[in-house]
């Protein structure tokens, strides 16, 4: 039996803990989540550190904001009606919100909150930080020709539609 490890038209799933510079928990996985690797699916430094990796392997690595969610972009608050969020009402500064853009699904944190609008600053709420991210590899395996061509995962992890 041949291990697999990760490389190009391979699909990952793994587990991770992200951690910011005072060694506080930013966001973790519950289930595993897969990418395509190859393809910038994920933050570019991770996945140059899943490369060559194989299924059990947990490692952790540390990135800079330009390999990770990269700088803090000034101007990038966005005014969205506040009808445009079914939870407008209950929304407060601070807050994490995912938006639909044209650029697609975004995730944005709330400056402001009108009456009429919603005030959305869209740098991903860990840009401009330096991560440690701790992972654990799950599972390895070849993509099917059709996630080749859409360029992500289908099913548990992935893109369902
Ligand atoms: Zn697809």
């Given at each position: 039996?041949?291990?697999?490890?990760?490389?190009?038209?391979?699909?990952?799933?793994?587990?991770?803990?992200?951690?910011?510079?005072?060694?506080?928990?930013?966001?973790?996985?519950?289930?595993?989540?897969?990418?395509?690797?190859?393809?910038?699916?994920?933050?570019?430094?991770?996945?140059?550190?899943?490369?060559?990796?194989?299924?059990?392997?947990?490692?952790?690595?540390?990135?800079?904001?330009?390999?990770?969610?990269?700088?803090?972009?000034?101007?990038?608050?966005?005014?969205?009606?506040?009808?445009?969020?079914?939870?407008?009402?209950?929304?407060?500064p601070?807050?994490?919100?995912?938006?639909?853009?044209?650029?697609?699904?975004?995730?944005?944190?709330?400056v402001k909150?009108?009456?009429?609008?919603?005030d959305?600053d869209?740098?991903?709420?860990?840009?401009?930080?330096?991560?440690?991210?701790?992972?654990?590899?799950?599972?390895?395996?070849?993509?099917?020709?059709?996630?080749?061509?859409?360029?992500?995962?289908?099913?548990?992890?992935?893109?369902?539609?």
């Amino acid at each position: 039996m041949t291990e697999e490890t990760v490389k190009k038209q391979k699909v990952v799933s793994f587990t991770y803990t992200i951690l910011d510079e005072n060694q506080a928990i930013q966001e973790q996985s519950d289930l595993p989540m897969s990418y395509l690797h190859g393809v910038r699916n994920i933050i570019p430094g991770l996945e140059k550190a899943m490369a060559g990796k194989a299924i059990g392997d947990e490692f952790e690595v540390t990135l800079a904001p330009e390999e990770a969610y990269g700088e803090r972009k000034p101007n990038s608050i966005q005014r969205i009606p506040a009808k445009r969020f079914n939870n407008a009402k209950r929304l407060q500064p601070g807050q994490a919100v995912s938006i639909q853009t044209r650029q697609g699904q975004m995730q944005g944190v709330v400056v402001k909150v009108g009456r009429f609008n919603i005030d959305v600053d869209i740098n991903h709420p860990l840009a401009g930080q330096t991560l440690t991210f701790e992972i654990e590899i799950t599972d390895i395996r070849d993509a099917s020709e059709e996630e080749t061509a859409h360029g992500h995962v289908h099913g548990p992890g992935g893109v369902e539609h």
